[in-house]
């Protein structure tokens, strides 16, 4: 356990603490918070288990925020919040959510997020490290329309793998009707809670927010199926990456615009030039500019050429002499999965195409990278 002392701010502890403990997890310090980066299983295990049958997450120490509009009107928190984040939220049907970031008036990110509409208000949950300043941040542009409402309370769990909509259906059988992307009230273990068909790991799954006090018993009784393992944070790291998917503070930051970072898609045609709201969020100008005319910049997957992780920090090089580093990884490891390295990183867009060969610096070598297609492992999402 990490030593706390007067110039060490004490690191909090989520709901679930003690049942970490209890089932092996080995605890470090995550975004401010005691979490469990594995369990007796090893990391290695726990992402296998995870794409072979089901394994469940804490993600509790994630900022929980509901926008409930001042109006009466969900549709008016929607529009509030396309002020910030150049998503249309205004369509996110009752029951549905979306994927979305905050930008910055240079067109960065500020922290990506995912949105739900519940029909009376929208469901916000935002990153660790950065939900005290997207509270406020909140609060400083959308007070007039919305009351901003921390849910600090509520633990948040992911159960994902091929097997959870069985494990999850045993308690709440409606479950097994949601799509990906459908998000609500549900009762589970005769709790209320909050169920998205989501995650962050290229499986099919569910988030759940549960009452603090609920948390233990409800995820207790999910561990006790055969199926389910416990995972901690270094299995989530490795199936994310070879899901393709950005970490916030890594692949993407304030330093980032959505176009670079190959996040695209993300961005509806009614945000974008010539759209019915088109722009009118922090850094629309080069936003936009990017979507009509190129980003010199490309976010890719990298697979290694040889057997050797390639880590996040590794400079980039057009060939294995030049002097001059053109990119770096952001994300790299082995990947279990796909039984190769890979790794994440930024190139210029002309040597972003597919199968294009680069190189990056190890321990003084030039190791050979290949631009490949994310993500690393085909997505099974339930659409």
Not at 148 to 164: D, F, H
Not at 337 to 352: D, K, Q
């Amino acid at each position: 356990m990490p030593s706390h002392d007067s110039r060490t701010p004490s690191l909090k502890r989520v709901p679930l603490h003690a049942l970490h403990v209890a089932c092996g997890g080995k605890i470090v310090p995550f975004a401010g918070y005691e979490m469990p980066v594995q369990y007796t299983a090893g990391v290695l295990k726990e992402h296998l288990h995870t794409r072979a049958a089901a394994g469940l997450f804490d993600v509790s120490h994630m900022g929980q925020i509901v926008l409930r509009p001042k109006s009466g009107k969900v549709e008016d928190a929607a529009r509030a919040l396309e002020r910030l984040v150049p998503q249309d939220i205004l369509s996110v049907a009752p029951g549905r959510q979306r994927y979305a970031q905050f930008t910055n008036d240079n067109g960065g990110i500020l922290d990506d997020l995912m949105v739900a509409n519940f029909g009376d208000h929208l469901f916000v949950v935002v990153n660790a490290a950065c939900k005290d300043d997207d509270e406020a941040h909140l609060r400083t542009h959308l007070s007039g329309d919305c009351v901003i409402e921390p849910l600090p309370g509520r633990a948040l769990v992911a159960l994902q793998g091929p097997k959870a909509v069985t494990v999850l259906a045993k308690h709440a059988p409606d479950l097994a009707a949601m799509r990906f992307m459908d998000a609500g009230p549900r009762t589970i273990l005769d709790t209320a809670c909050f169920v998205s068909r989501s995650g962050y790991t290229g499986e099919d799954g569910f988030e759940i927010s549960i009452p603090a006090d609920a948390a233990e018993r409800v995820v207790t009784t999910l561990l006790s199926d055969p199926d389910v393992l416990p995972i901690g944070l270094g299995a989530r790291d490795s199936l994310r990456l070879e899901a393709g998917l950005c970490l916030y503070g890594h692949d993407i930051d304030t330093t980032t615009t959505p176009v670079e970072g190959a996040l695209e898609w993300s961005v509806q045609k009614s945000r974008r030039s010539g759209g019915a709201r088109a722009g009118g969020f922090p850094g629309a100008d080069r936003i936009l500019k990017q979507f009509d005319s190129g980003a010199a910049r490309r976010r890719v997957g990298l697979k290694a050429e040889g057997r050797a992780p390639v880590r996040e920090g590794a400079a980039l090089f057009a060939d294995d002499t030049s002097s001059d580093a053109i990119g770096k990884v952001t994300s790299g490891g082995f990947g279990p999965s796909v039984n190769a390295p890979v790794a994440m990183g930024y190139l210029p867009t002309s040597l972003s195409a597919i199968d294009t060969v680069v190189f990056a610096e190890v321990r003084g070598q030039r190791l050979p990278l290949r631009v490949s297609k994310l993500p690393f492992v085909a997505p099974t999402y339930q659409r």
